[in-house]
């Protein structure tokens, strides 16, 4: 099946802002929020970084991860209070993204 274009743009800005994010969960910054934050939002990173390996395959489950990904980790940010000007724009990217993927998801793949 043809990944369209949009999808494959929404992949390669979603392997770069993982690739850019993921050194941000070793941070002292995120240490200091709590114990297990790091943990948690490494898990988060893992998650976008598996769900956009299944969007670029044309999977259906990755768009459902994609969205649980969206959605657990905006609730983990305002959990932690991270509500700036970059992080609202980060969820507005991902909310429109998601819409996108919605209606591209009967045209992907089912199996695994």
């Known amino acids: 099946m043809k990944r369209p274009l949009i999808i494959t743009i929404i992949c390669i ?12 969960v070793f941070s002292p910054s995120v ?3 709590g114990d297990f934050v790091p943990a948690l939002y490494g898990f988060l990173v893992a998650g976008g970084f598996i769900s956009y390996i299944g969007l670029w395959h044309m999977k259906q489950w990755g768009v ?13 940010l305002v959990f932690i209070n991270d509500t700036g000007p970059g992080t609202i724009a ?21 199996n695994l």
């Open 31 to 33: 240490k200091k929020i």
């Open 13 to 24: 800005i979603g392997f770069v802002t993982v690739t850019l994010t993921f050194p941000a």
């Open 64 to 76: 459902l991860l994609f969205l649980v990904v969206f959605f657990t980790k905006t609730l983990f």
């Open 90 to 110: 980060g969820i507005i990217v991902s909310f429109v993204f998601g819409v996108i993927l919605v209606k591209n998801y009967p045209k992907m793949d089912l």
